[in-house]
């Protein structure tokens, strides 16, 4: 149990944490203890409670060190927390190291509003030696930071964030979550507040343009407005303080954002009432001020929920990892955290439990469940030898499991990271919507100063009330809005069917993409052999033969055996003895006294001692790709089996949108074999070319690239890299393996075509969303803007218009989330 | 009693409860959430939380009130014993406290403790009522425990009622108090929901010197226009 007088500085008051005046003594004796107290108030108060039995309150209140309020205490304080995060074991949780020596890592910074603070804080950073890459992430409040670890420690960065007033730490996802929650409500209390307010204000108000038709005696009306100005103080002072704030640093960094006009509005409002109030003339606008401040905030809440909500998305990925695991030891079994995991440890996986890290099976056959990572809610066979994924959840029968990623290398940890990476990017499109909006504030500001001269000079009394609504009804939040939250929306709404992309720009891209080049073969198919043709040759029933086949097989962990296995419908009950395995020649076993082989003809046929044996004519000559394999025993060939590699099921479709959309096809195959040909054929690709070096795909890429055209490159991500990193788009099919070896822009995780087909589609609806939202914008600050300059639009109907505008542009871009998978 | 002194009665209440609530949040705010902690788990949901919190203040609110008619009763009978001067000097009086609240808010003096002490010997009889009404089970439960709460000895409270006794009538004086507890609502249903960072914030050198300033001045005020309608009636 933790003592509770550890958790407050030996001077200050136990109850009340003030400072207790020297030369005081009101102190409480407890237990033997003597808890310091500053006042006969604070004694009576504790006493009170720990008499009541309620001294768990003193416990759970905030115990420093464990709650991220210990970093808004004294610098000094700060400074001595943030030195823990250069302890290597403390880093291990979110630093990744590459090989040259660079350290990467995601800080979560508080207080982000606008694309000044993301500008502020880059430059902070990459004033400090050692830095070598800054990037704000505006709508995650997020900073990638890549730095030398040599040269500059964690901590220092993290107090020089600190000194230009914005809290970082170390992205983990508890911190981040603990932070969104803690701005979340707080952000609720300013809007109580800002309602609270602005409900008794226009109360006041009501009674006040009551009185000013039917005559009410000044003290009254004084009073109301005292009465305004009093409630109204809270709602600036606390609830409009985000506003001020961004202000303040806007302008400090030599910036105009869209808080500035709103800071001048606000101010200017309140200014202006209180002078009305003090000298008891001209008009208040307590409630339009209030409405304000109310409104604006309601836009930024629900802004911030969707900021949120992509975050949670990504979030939620990193939770389906449990918190212990049950390692194996020496003849024991242990339940122990999952950060203390390390590469080789054992583990056991029970039904129904989730995948803790990165590893191989070593025990057991059971299917795991996948949906999570790649939208395929088909459970997926698992046996001996294979991978299994940290996050996915083990459904029929216990496994044991090596692990072999932990911590940051998991798949897991790598597809947040690089979600990560792509939001912090700022595409092309995000940086023009800001230059436009900043250019929209200078020009609003000038035309707010123009708006004002020309009422001051035709009527004086009018000036002010105007000039507001001209600053509040052109407040280009929808503006600056429109673009990163659709961007926002789409990445995380498609990660979750299982498109990654990895990079900012690639939904820019697609949408633009005029030619989708395949590289190799592979794309297409499943990569595994299938058995499309089986001849049977001898004394045997076609089903008994292959079931033959497959007892045969069955042991074998080999391609070829799988295809056997696949294709019988059920385990073999055969019984065949003495089976042993010729590695890549074939099996041997007996079956009711007659010693059998499946394997290569060559291998097979030694059993009768015959050479050169070929399967029949007929079938040879229409599955000329097709690998043969022979059974039989010592009396001859018992059947012929031809192994294909097949095509993907979705692959015809997933060609024919691409070029309904007018997309132009390509295959590029390293393979000179006439299977592309064929591949080609089935598909309806007319441009299919085969044996291409890597050099030839690249230079096909660059000379499509120099005619214009916008090139979407499909690969493996691993092996073909040159290559894709010179298309606009690379996309690799990644299905979960090699995850942080891929360099590609977008990773397709579900490992299935159709995928790309709704990254596409999803590419456009962007686009599509992005054109509504600045065109809505655009169109309603320039209708909206004269009408404000000619007086005709009161204040508080200012307030509500803008405030309906961005709601309006956060709400489409909010569509984008949910991405319909088409079936 | 004129329609001035009687807004300014209230005004004052207000304020002074509005603004003393930084040391509320300090205070009595430790005591809104340990009382949050002794509900019965039922009435610890969100929903249940602030309605709970708001018979907590209910009862503390109406104890303020009482105190309130008692001292605006005391009042009267000192303005009987006082004679015509006895309003204004009763309202200087008020003012003094008020400077003297301001003083203490902000740290400068501390003579209200001394007071507190006083508050103290009267607690001891109402603390021994909290241990029996544990634990809370209801409305009517949370409404008596903020009952007690509302004697708990406090500097700020002992002040304003020297304003409420000023008011001469026990009608006014119950008011005054009423407005002060209305002041001290935002404070303390906050705490609720943003304790740690309002706290925080209370604890602050700089908040507390600025709540105590404005008392101050809410106290020259009352100070300088009693002392201004006295010199008034002596003529």
Not at chain 1, 229 to 253: E, G, M, W
Not at chain 1, 290 to 306: K, N
Not at chain 1, 775 to 790: E, G, S, V
Not at chain 2, 29 to 52: D, F, H, V
């Amino acid at each position: 149990m933790l003592d509770p007088s550890a958790l407050t500085p030996p001077d200050n008051c136990y109850h009340c944490e003030l400072p207790v005046p020297a030369g005081d003594d009101y102190s409480l004796e407890v237990d033997d203890r003597s808890l310091p107290m500053c006042c006969p108030g604070c004694r009576a108060v504790a006493q009170f409670i720990l008499e009541s039995g309620l001294g768990d309150y003193y416990r759970y209140r905030d115990a420093p060190g464990n709650n991220p309020e210990a970093f808004s205490l004294e610098m000094s304080e700060m400074l001595e927390a943030v030195r823990l995060y250069d302890d290597p074991e403390v880093q291990r949780d979110f630093v990744r190291r590459d090989e040259a020596g660079v350290d990467f890592a995601t800080l979560a910074v508080e207080g982000i509003t606008c694309a000044a603070c993301a500008w502020l804080i880059e430059r902070q950073l990459k004033k400090c030696p050692g830095v070598l890459k800054a990037d704000t992430n505006l709508s995650q409040h997020r900073v990638q930071l890549q730095w030398d670890a040599n040269q500059v420690a964690l901590s220092t960065l993290l107090q020089e964030v600190a000194k230009i007033g914005y809290r970082a730490f170390p992205f983990q996802p508890d911190t981040q979550e603990l932070l969104l929650r803690e701005e979340s409500r707080r952000a609720l209390g300013r809007l109580g507040v800002a309602g609270l307010g602005m409900m008794q204000v226009m109360m006041y108000a009501v009674a006040l343009y009551a009185g000013a038709f039917e005559g009410i005696e000044d003290v009254y009306r004084d009073f109301l407005r005292w009465v305004s100005f009093a409630v109204t103080t809270p709602v600036v002072l606390y609830a409009a303080q985000p506003f001020f704030r961004a202000c303040v640093r806007d302008l400090a960094a030599g910036q105009l954002g869209m808080d500035v006009p709103v800071s001048l509005a606000i101010t200017a409002a309140y200014l202006n009432s209180i002078w009305a109030t003090w000298f008891q003339t001209g008009e208040v606008y307590y409630d339009s001020v209030c409405m304000f401040v109310f409104f604006l905030s309601v836009g930024r809440y629900i802004e911030m929920r969707a900021r949120h909500r992509s975050d949670f998305a990504t979030r939620t990925l990193l939770r389906l990892v449990p918190e212990v695991a049950l390692r194996l030891g020496e003849g024991e079994e242990k339940f122990v955290p999952v950060r203390s995991l390390r590469v080789g440890d054992r583990l056991r996986i029970k039904p129904g439990e989730t995948v803790p890290v990165d590893g191989v099976v070593l025990e057991g056959i059971s299917s795991v469940n996948e949906s999570m990572l790649t939208g395929e809610p088909t459970p997926k066979a698992i046996g001996v030898g294979e991978r299994l994924i940290g996050g996915t959840q083990n459904i029929e029968s216990p496994l044991v499991m090596e692990a072999r990623q932990v911590g940051p290398e998991t798949v897991l940890s790598t597809i947040v990271a690089l979600l990560d990476r792509a939001q912090s990017e700022k595409p092309a499109l995000v940086g023009l919507a800001d230059g436009v909006a900043r250019v929209f504030v200078i020009m609003v500001l000038i035309l707010a100063g123009l708006t004002f001269l020309a009422w001051w000079l035709i009527a004086p009394e009018k000036a002010i009330w105007v000039t507001l609504s001209v600053l509040v009804v052109t407040c280009p939040c929808a503006l600056s809005l429109a673009t990163p939250a659709a961007l926002a929306g789409a990445t995380s709404g498609l990660a979750r069917i299982g498109f990654l992309a990895t990079r900012g720009h690639v939904l820019e891209s697609l949408a633009k993409a005029t030619h989708v080049l395949l590289d190799k073969t592979g794309t297409l198919t499943k990569a595994e052999f299938e058995i499309t043709e089986s001849i049977s040759v001898g004394d045997l029933e076609p089903s008994s033969s292959l079931a033959l086949a497959c007892a045969l097989e069955s042991a074998s962990e080999h391609p070829i055996a799988k295809a056997f296995l696949h294709a019988a419908d059920s385990a073999s009950s055969l019984e065949v003895e003495e089976r042993s395995a010729n590695p890549n020649r074939g099996v041997e076993g007996r079956w009711q006294g007659r010693r059998v082989r499946v394997g290569q003809p060559k291998y097979v046929s030694e059993l009768w001692q015959e050479q050169g044996v070929q399967p029949p004519e007929q079938v040879r000559l229409n599955r000329q790709e097709a690998l043969w394999i022979l059974m039989g025993d010592e009396k001859g060939p018992l059947a012929w089996y031809a192994l294909e590699d097949q095509l993907r099921p979705e692959a015809k479709a997933f060609v024919h949108e691409l070029q309904a959309r007018g997309l132009q096809v390509e295959l590029l195959s390293g393979d000179p074999s006439p299977a592309l040909q064929r591949v080609a054929g089935e598909l309806n690709i007319e441009t299919a070319r085969g044996g291409l070096t890597p050099r030839d795909k690249l230079d096909r890429v660059r000379a499509l690239e120099a005619e214009g055209a916008v090139v979407v490159m499909v690969g493996d991500g691993v092996n073909d890299a040159p290559v894709l990193a010179a298309a606009q788009v690379s996309i690799a099919m990644g299905g979960g393996a090699d995850l942080a070896k891929i360099t590609a822009d977008a990773v397709l995780l579900g490992d299935d075509l159709s995928l790309l087909t709704d990254g596409l589609r999803w590419a456009h609806q962007t686009r599509r969303v992005i054109r509504q939202n600045v065109t809505w914008a655009l169109a309603y600050n320039l209708c909206a803007l004269p009408l404000a300059a000619l007086g005709w639009v009161a204040p508080w109907l200012a307030a509500v218009g803008m405030s309906a505008s961005s709601l309006l542009v956060t709400l489409n871009a909010l569509r984008l989330h949910r991405v319909r998978q088409k079936t | 009693m004129d329609e001035a002194t009687q807004l300014s009665l209230l005004l004052g209440g207000l304020a002074a409860g509005f603004f003393g609530s930084v040391h509320c949040f300090a205070m009595c705010g430790g005591i809104a959430s340990a009382l949050g902690l002794a509900a019965a788990p039922a009435l610890r949901r969100r929903g249940a939380y602030m309605g709970l919190q708001l018979c907590y203040s209910a009862g503390r609110i109406a104890s303020y009130s009482v105190a309130g008619a008692l001292a605006g009763s005391l009042g009267f009978f000192l303005n009987e014993a006082l004679g015509p001067k006895g309003p204004f000097l009763l309202r200087i009086l008020a003012g003094g406290f008020l400077v003297a609240l301001g003083l203490y808010i902000g740290g400068w003096w501390l003579g209200l403790r001394q007071l507190e002490a006083l508050g103290a010997k009267l607690w001891q009889h109402f603390s021994p009522l909290v241990k029996r009404l544990q634990p809370v089970n209801g409305p009517f439960k949370a409404l008596l425990i903020g009952g007690l709460w509302g004697w708990l000895p406090c500097g700020l409270v002992y002040s304003v009622l020297v304003t409420a006794s000023s008011a001469g009538n026990w009608a006014w004086g119950a008011l005054t108090m009423t407005a002060f507890g209305v002041g001290t609502l935002p404070a303390l249903l906050i705490t609720g929901a943003l304790a740690q960072r309002v706290s925080a914030l209370a604890r602050k050198r700089e908040a507390r010197w600025a709540a105590g300033s404005l008392l101050l001045l809410f106290g020259g005020w009352t100070l300088v226009g009693a002392s201004l309608a006295l010199r008034h009636a002596c003529h």
